[in-house]
């Protein structure tokens, strides 16, 4: 088995407080992000996604918002619940090597405090 | 739409022995991927298929792995002969076409496989 893992950031939020979580992304010509959330025992779902011209896209409460020149994603969650408690990861979408490439990023977890 | 079904949920297996993880994807999808999630790594892409041909194997770990599309609603992951480090969640997952390989990406639930 593994000895060391990663440790997830993590991220506690009164319910009813906004949520912001950050990610880095790594290669500059990426150019479509996502945000996925995984509960605990499920796949990845799909929050909200956004293309590299733009720079912020609303959702149902949530908002990303894309910063090119610090290869820098963030989603916002309004009004925080305690079903938004999971693991969140950005994703990254570019080509190498003559495919489409994703890399998901380590994840942060959320914690809703009721 | 029952979305994407994996199969078995747990696997547990003795180290050597073959493992099968089984994937229906959605009806419609023509992408089809097959990650690997573990704490060291978090998720990883293994494989990918479009219209049911690997595009993509860059990600296989080894040549124990290898990773099957017979037809458009179901593929197969194949770990032969297992070892303890291939314990991991893996996730199926299918998209449908629409200039990148993410739009619509949807995941199933995962096998979480354990090799003692």
């Known amino acids: 088995g593994e000895s060391v893992g990663l440790h997830l950031p993590t991220l506690s939020v009164q319910e009813g407080d906004n949520s912001i979580i950050n990610c880095a992304y790594s290669n500059s010509a990426s150019d479509y992000f996502i945000w996925y959330k995984q509960e605990s025992g499920k796949g990845p779902q799909f929050i909200i996604d956004i293309r590299s011209n733009m720079d912020k896209r609303q959702g149902q409460r949530v908002t990303v918002l894309l910063n090119k020149t610090v290869k820098h994603l963030s989603l916002q969650i309004a009004a925080t619940q305690p079903g938004d408690s999971a693991v969140y990861f950005c994703a990254e979408n570019f080509f190498s090597g003559g495919y489409q490439k994703v890399t998901f990023g380590i994840g942060t977890k959320l914690q809703v405090i009721p | 739409d029952a979305g994407v079904i994996q199969s078995p949920r747990h696997e547990v297996t003795e180290m050597g022995q073959e493992v099968t993880l089984r994937c229906k994807p959605i009806s419609g999808h023509d992408y089809l991927f097959w990650y690997r999630q573990t704490m060291m790594r978090g998720l990883e892409l293994l494989i990918y298929f479009n219209n049911n041909v690997p595009i993509d194997d860059s990600g296989m770990p080894e040549d124990r792995f290898s990773a099957k599309m017979p037809n458009a609603s179901f593929s197969t992951l194949k770990i032969q002969p297992s070892e303890p480090r291939d314990s991991a969640v893996y996730f199926c997952?299918?998209?449908?076409?629409?200039?990148?390989?993410?739009?619509?990406?949807?995941f199933g639930s995962g096998t979480r496989l354990t090799v003692v």
């Open positions: 997952a299918s998209s449908t076409e629409g200039g990148s390989s993410v739009y619509g990406y949807t």
